[in-house]
Antibody, heavy 113, light 112 residues
Framework: QVQLKETGPGLVQPTQTLSITCTVSGFSLTSYYMQWVRQTPGKGLEWMGFIRSGGSTEYNSEFKSRLSISRDTSKNQVFLKMNSLKTEDTGVYYC???????WGQGVMVTVSS | DVVMTQTPVSLSVSLGGQVSISCRSSQSLVHNNGNTYLSWYLQKPGQSPQLLIYKVSNRFSGISDRFSGSGSGTDFTLKISRVEPDDLGVYYCGQGTQYPYTFGAGTKLELK
């Protein structure tokens, strides 16, 4: 069955870089878009961007200058990297398949010194 | 950006009752390809959002026919009939027509 699981640090210091891995099973990354959505206390659900089945990316301009999405199809993994973190980036980060039909459990990230 | 406005913010319902949630977008959600990419999600307490309805009125796999979506252009509605305890949580609408994709602020469904 389709499964997605995010792993990442629970705590990141301000100005540092956030790295989250989404490991998937039950489908191929070469057949589906993979999206990243976060949920913060301040802004609720926010779409961050996606990587297409062919490997190209699209980003929310809100994050574009500091966000990168990539993947390793051989490992069934998708990666999110976001630099210059601020306290407002605290929230739960989700990866989701395609048209957001399946979501991971999410990873809570706290940005604090 | 397309602003998604959901009403009401919260809703109290009796088990077995029926409710409607409204979602309005600041711009038409009709894509150049003719599709309207408006979806509905339910986030149960402590869980990630789950897809209920896509492209306005299509139920996702395994979703009960008690859930129905309707609307067009900028005005959309989710109806839930014969409400069950497992339906409680926060409902979100979201659009995938125009970048950046955006979501409503949510409607919390609670028991009366």
């Amino acid at each position: 069955q389709v499964q997605l699981k995010e792993t990442g640090p629970g705590l990141v210091q301000p100005t540092q870089t956030l790295s989250i891995t989404c490991t998937v099973s039950g489908f191929s990354l070469t057949s589906y878009y993979m999206q990243w959505v976060r949920q913060t206390p301040g802004k609720g659900l926010e779409w961050m961007g996606f990587i297409r089945s062919g490997g190209s990316t699209e980003y929310n301009s809100e994050f574009k200058s500091r966000l990168s999405i990539s993947r390793d199809t051989s490992k069934n993994q998708v990666f999110l990297k976001m630099n210059s973190l601020k306290t407002e980036d605290t929230g739960v980060y989700y990866c989701a398949r395609g048209n957001l039909d399946y979501w991971g459990q999410g990873v809570m990230v706290t940005v604090s010194s | 950006d397309v602003v998604m406005t959901q009403t009401p913010v919260s809703l109290s319902v009796s088990l077995g009752g029926q409710v409607s949630i409204s979602c309005r977008s600041s711009q038409s959600l009709v894509h150049n390809n003719g599709n309207t990419y408006l979806s509905w999600y339910l986030q149960k307490p402590g869980q990630s959002p789950q897809l209920l309805i896509y492209k306005v009125s299509n139920r996702f796999s395994g979703i009960s026919d008690r859930f129905s979506g309707s609307g067009s252009g900028t005005d959309f509605t989710l109806k839930i009939s014969r409400v069950e305890p497992d339906d409680l949580g926060v409902y979100y609408c979201g659009q995938g027509t125009q970048y950046p994709y955006t979501f409503g602020a949510g409607t919390k469904l609670e028991l009366k």
